[in-house]
């Protein structure tokens, strides 16, 4: 495949309910009795799952309590409770944890986790994934070093926040049947569409010695996607890992993207033939691939006519969920003939969110980590510069958002008015 064509998306719809907008409300005081904070993510999309709306309640809650670092280094479980390694102050920490790490190649986590020290030093970043036990007791056993690490402490609190559907009240479930010695019932109910849990639940606890206990929270959409092709992409890609209601969107525009990402995935053999017959090519046109989609699984109307609606809908799902395996079992060096010599790739990715033009340092013989962490630096720069664009121009801001902003500024220069008059009129 020589040229993969990015595809024309719809406008980013706007979902922002009732509870999402208490949640944001009542942040501060819950960070208030809170010591750990577990951020969740979806490994797919590491940087379009972070919520920007939550950071500046966390990093009020960090500079109270005196801490500008957030780095946990795991201790062994046999530390000490009257270990010398305590803050001398309240417990402050963020974890942030990307889930459903089955999901992306294993050859790009460590790179990412460089990359994400290089650029966010105070951050600790924790891959899991629920159905990996190894994962789960790794998450516990931090957060129980870092409750023993401050003995004076009667308890802990951990409270989980992140975007809808990034898999918290999963998560909180797997934690509690691991740190909880017996047979320990689902405490929390879970569910595959976006904003089934709709206020913080009542405390769950997690470790019986030190105590440990977790709050779960709704999951927090922005409030206005942005305006653009970054807000349209943005927007598609939530609702792919159904973080945001998929019946906002044109089921195909959702699989014209799916096509484009998996084509840049693996360029060679993307994870969509699987499905098709044997000698199948890539496809660049989500109609044709479709109508053979459709063709293949028997999904046809009277007359014989393709029903390319339901193909789109079955086609989403599988790669929700076996088709998100497939397409993460993509070797680090793609070959293209029996020789094993590698394809001339023009672009190459991980997860939906770096993608990146292949040179001579990937080809080359040297570190290709060291590679791929350079290129995802680099993503994550451009990422973190279209973010400070957009709010600079206003383009992540709704037409709603600048009038109720608008309004403020007259109420505030209105009051100033009236102030500066009575200041008047009293020094007279």
């Known amino acids: 495949m020589s040229a993969i064509l990015f595809p024309a998306l719809p406008s980013a719809p706007s979902w922002f309910p009732g509870h999402m907008n208490r949640f944001t409300k009542q942040l501060p005081a819950l960070l208030s009795r809170t010591d750990v904070v577990l951020e969740l993510r979806d490994s797919r999309l590491p940087l379009t799952s972070i919520n920007n709306n939550l950071e500046g309640a966390i990093n009020k809650w960090r500079a109270e309590r005196g801490h500008h670092s957030t780095h946990v280094t795991p201790l062994p479980l046999t530390t000490s409770r009257n270990s010398s390694l305590g803050y001398g102050g309240p417990i402050c920490e963020r974890i942030v944890v990307l889930n459903k790490r089955d999901f992306v190649p294993e050859w790009g986590v460590e790179p990412f986790k460089r990359a994400m020290k290089a650029k966010f030093p105070d951050q600790t970043v924790h891959f899991a994934s629920c159905n990996k036990p190894r994962d789960i007791r790794s998450l516990s056993e931090m957060l129980v070093n870092i409750a023993k690490r401050n003995p004076h402490a009667t308890e802990m609190n951990v409270l989980v926040i992140g975007m809808p559907n990034v898999g918290k009240s999963t998560l909180l479930n797997s934690l509690r049947n691991m740190g909880i010695p017996g047979r320990t019932p689902k ?4 569910s595959a569409q976006p904003g089934h849990t709709r206020a ?19 999951g927090v959409m922005l409030p206005f996607l942005g305006r653009g092709d970054r807000g349209a992409e943005r927007g598609v890609k939530l609702a792919l890992i159904a973080g945001i209601k998929e019946s906002l969107y044109d089921i195909e525009a959702l699989v014209a993207y799916l096509l484009y990402r998996l084509n840049v995935l693996n360029p060679i053999s993307p994870a969509y033939l699987t499905l098709l017959p044997p000698g199948s090519r890539p496809f660049t046109d989500a109609e044709g691939f479709l109508e053979q989609l459709a063709i293949r699984l028997n999904m046809l109307l009277r007359g014989g006519e393709k029903d ?3 193909a789109a809908k079955w086609f989403v799902e599988w790669w929700r969920n076996e088709g998100g395996l497939v397409s993460a079992s993509v070797p680090e060096n793609l070959a293209t ?43 994550i720069d451009e990422s973190m510069r279209a973010a400070r664009e957009d709010e600079r121009s206003g383009v ?5 958002q600048e009038r109720k902003r608008s309004w403020q500024e007259k109420q505030s220069m209105r009051a100033a008015k009236s102030k500066a008059k009575f200041a008047a009129r009293k020094a007279a």
């Open 200 to 218: 913080i639940s009542t405390r769950l606890k997690l470790s019986e010695d030190p105590l440990v206990y977790s709050y779960d929270s709704p």
């Open 187 to 190: 405490a929390l109910q879970t």
């Open 308 to 310: 390319t609606v339901r």
């Open 337 to 379: 003939g029996s020789d094993g010599t590698h394809a001339p790739l023009l672009r190459r990715g991980w997860g939906f969110d770096f993608e990146w033009t292949v040179d001579a340092s990937m080809n080359s013989a040297g570190d290709f980590e060291s590679a791929v962490q350079m290129k995802m630096e680099e993503c």
């Open 396 to 400: 992540g801001i709704s037409t709603t």
